[in-house]
């Protein structure tokens, strides 16, 4: 059973930027099997969507969305995974959770708020 633990929500004004970080109680760095780190975010009244991802071999993946604003990143010796988020709009808000998919399952974290004030 992975843990994610997600930490860097808080409150910024519009254009502004934040930072969040996963970190997995295992290991993110598996070569030979599939394992991919995943953002995904809830706004209030809204599905979950599919943010960023990143791949074992580093390849990356963004919604169009954030595509040019976002950047996600990972550092495997601290099985941690970033979300840098530039230039952040008020549609931005929502509760962000990082997701690794492994071994055909899904693991969640708890989520961290991300509040874009106009």
């Known amino acids: 059973q992975v ?3 997600e930490s860097g929500g808080g409150l910024v004004p519009a254009g502004g930027s934040l930072k969040l970080a996963c970190v997995a109680s295992e290991s993110i760095f598996t070569p030979f099997s599939i394992n991919v780190m995943n953002w995904y975010r809830q706004a209030p009244g809204k599905q979950r969507e599919f943010v960023a991802s990143i791949t074992t071999a580093g390849t990356t993946n963004y919604a ?3 595509k040019g ?4 990143s990972r550092d495997n010796a601290k099985n941690t995974v970033y979300l840098q988020m530039d230039t952040l709009k ?3 808000t929502a509760v962000y959770y ?4 492994r ?3 899904d693991y969640w974290g708890q989520g961290t708020q991300v509040t ?3």
Do not use: A, H, K, M
């Open 69 to 72: 604003r976002f950047t996600i």
């Open 103 to 105: 071994g055909s399952t």
């Open 3 to 5: 843990q994610l633990v």
């Open 90 to 92: 008020p549609e931005d």
């Open 116 to 118: 874009v004030s106009s």
């Open 98 to 101: 990082c997701n690794n998919y």
């Open 64 to 66: 169009n969305s954030v």
